[in-house]
C-alpha cells in the first residue's frame, strides 16, 4: 500500500474534523488541512472534500462576511457526524493495537 | 501559473471525463480559491502552487469523483463512441472523396456530423445532452425542410433553373444558420467547434457552386464560360478545404475517444488507400487487367485532395500537441 491512500483516508476524517468544529469556506479547509500535511495538495483536499459533499456528509451554502465577497461555506450534516465518529472509534482502536503491538508513537 | 492558465488548464483535462455542469462546479470552486488568496495577499502563482498541478488535481477529482464505476464503465463508454467515430470517418471520407455519391449525400453529411458529435459527448460537454440532441433535431430539420423545398422545385414547378436558385438560396440559409452556431461557440470560448459549422457553410457554399456549374453548363451563353470555371474552381477548392476541416474534427473525436495520434492517423490513411484503390478500379479499362499509368493518376486528385487534408490536419494536431505541452511545461 502507497502512504497517499492510508493518508486520503485519514484526509477524510481531518476534514471532517474540521468542518464539525465551524462552517469553513473551501479555501479555509484546503489551507487547514494542508498546513498540517504539507505534502498534500490543496487540490486532494478539495477532491476529497467533493467527493465528502456528494456523499452526504457535509452540505453547502453560499454565505457571505460582512461586506465581504460570497462564498462556499461547508458544515458537517447528521450522516457527517455518524462517519465521523465511526472514524475516530477505529482510529482511536487502531492507535490502541498499534500500541499494544508495542511500536512506539514518538 | 496565472489563475486564467490554470483554470483552463484543468478545463481541458476534465473535458469530456465530467459533465459540463460538474466542470463548472469545480472551476467555479477553484475560481473562488483564487480570489479567497488573492484576498490575503497571495499571488496567483503561490496559489497555484500550493493547489498542486492541473494534471494531479484534475486525476484526484475524477478518481475522487462519487458514482464513478471504476475504469471498467469508462471503458464502456468509449467504446460505442469510438467504433461511430471510426464508421463515421471512413463514411465520410469515402463520400467525399469519390464525389460521384448522388447529391442527397451532401444533405446528410452535416446531420450526419452533428449525430457524431452528440453522440461522442462534444455537446454534452458544450451544453448538455438535452440540448445537443435538441440542437441536432433543429439541423436535421433544416437540412429536411431543404431538400423538400428543392424537390418542389424540381418535380413540382419542372425547373431546373429554379431549381438551382433554390439551391443556392438554401445554401445561403444554411451559411446563415451555421454561422450563428459559429459564433454561439466562439462566444462561448469553443473555437475549435467552429470548425464544425465552419465544414457545413463550406459543404453549403460548394453545393452552391456546383449548381451554378451545372447550371452555366447548360446554357449555352458564350459568356458563361468564365462563371463555369470560376464555379469549378471554387468548388474544388472548397471540397478540399471540406475535407479539411471534417478530417480534423474526426481527428479530434477520435482523440477524445480516447485514441493515440499514430493510431488515428493510421485509420485516416487506411481509409484514405481504399478510396484510392476504389477510384482506380473505377477507372479502369475492362479490357486491360491492371490499371495502368493513366487510370492511376486519374485517381490522383483524390490523393492529392486525401494528403492535403491529412497534411494540414497533422499540422493541427502537431501545432496542438506543442500548445499543451508548453503550457504543462509551465506547472
Redesign the interface.
Known amino acids: 500500500m502507497d502512504k497517499g491512500q492510508m493518508k486520503k483516508g485519514v484526509l477524510e476524517m481531518c476534514i471532517l474534523s474540521v468542518v464539525s468544529e465551524n462552517d469553513l469556506?473551501?479555501?479555509?479547509i484546503?489551507k487547514k488541512v494542508?498546513a498540517a500535511f504539507p505534502d498534500i495538495?490543496?487540490?486532494?483536499v478539495?477532491?476529497?472534500l467533493?467527493?465528502l459533499n456528494?456523499?452526504g456528509c457535509t452540505d453547502s451554502y453560499t454565505g457571505e462576511i460582512s461586506g465581504?465577497?460570497k462564498?462556499?461555506y461547508y458544515r458537517i450534516t447528521e450522516k457527517g457526524r455518524l462517519v465521523l465518529e465511526n472514524m475516530l472509534i477505529e482510529w482511536r482502536g487502531l492507535l490502541n493495537s498499534i500500541e499494544m503491538l508495542g511500536i512506539s508513537q514518538t | 501559473m496565472t489563475k486564467k492558465q490554470y483554470i483552463s488548464a484543468l478545463r481541458s483535462r476534465l473535458r469530456f471525463r465530467m459533465s459540463p455542469s460538474e466542470i463548472n462546479d469545480?472551476l467555479s470552486?477553484?475560481n473562488?480559491?483564487f480570489?479567497?488568496?488573492a484576498?490575503e495577499g497571495k499571488s496567483e502563482e503561490e496559489i497555484a502552487e500550493?493547489?498542486?498541478s492541473p494534471k494531479?488535481?484534475a486525476e484526484?477529482?475524477i478518481?475522487?469523483?462519487?458514482?464513478s464505476a471504476g475504469n471498467a464503465a469508462k471503458l464502456g463508454e468509449y467504446i460505442l463512441p469510438s467504433a461511430v467515430s471510426i464508421a463515421a470517418a471512413f463514411l465520410l471520407i469515402c463520400f467525399a472523396a469519390f464525389g460521384k455519391a448522388p447529391v442527397f449525400i451532401w444533405y446528410l453529411v452535416p446531420p450526419f456530423i452533428w449525430l457524431i458529435m452528440t453522440g461522442t459527448g462534444f455537446f454534452k460537454e458544450l451544453c448538455g445532452q438535452k440540448s445537443g440532441i435538441l440542437t441536432f433535431i433543429g439541423a436535421v430539420m433544416i437540412f429536411a425542410a431543404a431538400s423538400v423545398f428543392r424537390s418542389f422545385t424540381v418535380y413540382v414547378i419542372g425547373k431546373e433553373k429554379a431549381a438551382s436558385t433554390a439551391a443556392v438560396l438554401m445554401s445561403l440559409f444554411i451559411c446563415v444558420s451555421m454561422g450563428i452556431f459559429a459564433a454561439v461557440f466562439f462566444k462561448k470560448g469553443r473555437k475549435l467547434l467552429c470548425l464544425l459549422p465552419a465544414a457545413a457553410i463550406i459543404s453549403a457554399i460548394h453545393h452552391a457552386a456546383g449548381f451554378l456549374y451545372f447550371f452555366s453548363y447548360s446554357s449555352e451563353h458564350s459568356d458563361s464560360l468564365y462563371i463555369r470555371h470560376a464555379a469549378r474552381y471554387l468548388q474544388k477548392y472548397l471540397y478540399l478545404l471540406m475535407i479539411c476541416a471534417a478530417a480534423y474534427i474526426l481527428l479530434i473525436i477520435l482523440q477524445k475517444s480516447g485514441f493515440s495520434l499514430p493510431s488515428m492517423y493510421a485509420v485516416f490513411f487506411a481509409a484514405l488507400l481504399l478510396v484510392y484503390l476504389r477510384q482506380t478500379l473505377m477507372y479502369m479499362d475492362p479490357e486491360t487487367p491492371f490499371p495502368t499509368i493513366k487510370y492511376l493518376i486519374k485517381g490522383e486528385e483524390y490523393i492529392t485532395g486525401g494528403a492535403i487534408s491529412a497534411a494540414v490536419s497533422l499540422l493541427f494536431g502537431i501545432a496542438a500537441r506543442l500548445v499543451s505541452k508548453r503550457k504543462d511545461g509551465e506547472t
Do not use: F
Open positions: 469556506y473551501g479555501y479555509e484546503m494542508t495538495s490543496e487540490s486532494t478539495y477532491a476529497v467533493r467527493r456528494a456523499d465581504g465577497p462564498r462556499k | 469545480i470552486d477553484m473562488e480559491c480570489d479567497a488568496g484576498s500550493k493547489l498542486g494531479s488535481a484526484e477529482l478518481a475522487q469523483r462519487p458514482h
